[in-house]
C-alpha cells in the first residue's frame, strides 16, 4: 500500500464532484490521495440504463474552464439552443432558452464527463488514485479512516490530514457524520423514479432536432431527450411509482410499446425497442437531502451530491457541484489552506444557495411535466423574452440566472417573487412589451429596488 497517514487531503468518490475537486487541489500543490469504489470509468463499460446525460451550463463551465478543461472538451459538447416541447396531437413548440446567442446550455454524457475528468487529472503526479476502494467509514475520535480494497479484502487504516468526502447521495462519510453530537440530515423521495432509454441515430444523424432539449410533458409524467454526439438520444423517462402510467402498471413489454405508441406517436417508430429497453433498465430514485453541517472541524467536509443532492428537474445538480469546487478553493486559499477555517466559513453560506437550487429543482419539475403544456405559460415565458431583450440590464428571467449566470441561487429565489408578480400585472394590464416605454422601464426599476 502506497498511501501515505500524512498526505495532505484524501479524496472520497471520484465521480464528477471528486475528479474535478482533486484537480483544484493539486494544483495548489497539495498531495491529493482519491478512494473510489466503482472501477475505474475508463477501462470499464457503463451497465445498459446507466448513461444519463448532463446539462452543463454557465457555472459547470466556469468551474471547468479555471483547470483548463472546456476547451478540451468542448468537442463532447452538443449546445442546446432551448425547449422542444411535444404536446400529443400538436406541432412540436421551439422555446429559446435567452435572447442572447450565448444562452446555451450543453448536452454530455455523465460517463464521458467524467472519463474525461479522470484522464485530465492523469497530468497532476500528486494526485493518486485507488479504484475498487470502498471507504467503509471515519473514526472522528481518533480521527482514523477506514477503507477496503475489494481487489484483495483487505482493510486499511489512516490518519488523515483532511477527508473531503465527494461520495455521492449515500455517502459513507456523512453516515460517520451522522453519528456526532448536533449532527441534522434530511432526505426526501419523491414519488418519482426514472429509467434511461436511447433512441439510436438512423444513418448517423440524430432523428429530432439536434440543438434542442425535447420534452413530453404528459401532466403526471414526462419523457425527456438530450443529443449526443453520435447521433442518438439519451431520453430519461419520469414515472410515478403508483398510479395509470406508472412503474407498477407497466410491466411487460406488450403494455409498454402500447403505452409508448399512445403517449408518444411522434416516437412511435421506436416504440418496441423503446418498450424492451424500458423491461431491461433499472429504476433509479429521486431524492432531496440535506445536511446541517457539512465539515467536522478540519477533519472531513462534504461536497456535491453527498452535501445537497438535489431533483434533476433544473439541471443544476452538477453545475451546483462544480461551483462548490471554485467556491470552496477560494475560501480555501483565502484561509491559507487552514482547513478547519475554510470549511466552517465556507459551507453556512453555500448552504443557503444549495438550499435555494434544491427548492427551485422541485418547482421546475411541475412546470417541465405540466405547467408547459398552457397557453398562459407560453405568454408568460414571451414576456419574458421581450423584457430581456430589450432591457438587458434590468431583467433576467429565472431560468437566465441560474443557468447563464453566477448570481447565487439563493438571491435568484428571493427576487422571483417581484418577478412574478411583475409578470402578472404586465398580464393584467395587457401592458405591450414589445417595445421600451417609460411604464415599463419604471416598473422594472421599482422590482430592482424591492
Ligand atoms: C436523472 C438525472 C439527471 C441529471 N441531470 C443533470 C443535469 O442535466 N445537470 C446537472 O448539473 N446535474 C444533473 N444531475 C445531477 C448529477 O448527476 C449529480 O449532481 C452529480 O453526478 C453529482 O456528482 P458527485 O460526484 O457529487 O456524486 P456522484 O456522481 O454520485 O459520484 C460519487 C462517487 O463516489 C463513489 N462512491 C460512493 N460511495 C463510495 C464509497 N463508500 N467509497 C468510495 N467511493 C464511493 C461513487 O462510485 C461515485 O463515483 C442529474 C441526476 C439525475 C439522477
Known sequence: MKFQADKDAIVIGAGLTGSLLSMYLAQEGLNVSIF????????????????????????????????????????????????????????????????DKDHVIYSISRGLLNKILLEASEKFPNIEKKFQYRCQWMNYETNMLFVEDLDHGREHSFHPNTVLATDGAFSAIRKSMIRQTRFSFSQQYIEYGYKEITIPAQNGAHV?????????????????????????????????????????????????KVFFDQEFPDLQEYAYDMAQ????HPIGDLLTLSSHPWNISGQSMLLGDAAHCMLPFFGQGMNAAFEDCVLLHKELEKHDFDFSKAYSEFWPQRKKDTDAISKMALDNFSEMRSRVRNPDFHKRKAIEHHLERIYPELYQSLYSKVSFSLQPYHKILDQELHQTMLIDQILEKNIDCSSPSTQLESMLRNIRKS
Open 277 to 280: 429497453q424500458y423491461v431491461d
Open 36 to 99: 473510489e469504489l466503482r472501477p475505474d470509468l475508463r477501462k470499464v463499460d457503463l451497465p445498459a440504463g446507466r448513461s444519463i446525460n448532463m446539462a452543463l451550463s454557465h457555472r459547470g463551465i466556469s468551474a471547468l474552464q479555471k483547470v483548463g478543461l472546456f476547451e478540451q472538451i468542448k468537442k463532447d459538447l452538443i449546445p442546446m439552443k432551448g425547449r422542444c416541447i411535444h404536446l400529443k396531437g400538436q406541432d412540436s413548440l421551439h422555446q429559446a432558452y435567452g435572447v
Open 208 to 256: 429530432l432536432d439536434p440543438h434542442a432539449l425535447h420534452i413530453w410533458p404528459r401532466e403526471q409524467y414526462m419523457l425527456i431527450a438530450l443529443p449526443n454526439v453520435d447521433g442518438s438520444f439519451t431520453c430519461t423517462l419520469f414515472l410515478p411509482y403508483k398510479g395509470e402510467h406508472s412503474f407498477q402498471k407497466l410491466n411487460t413489454v406488450e403494455d409498454c
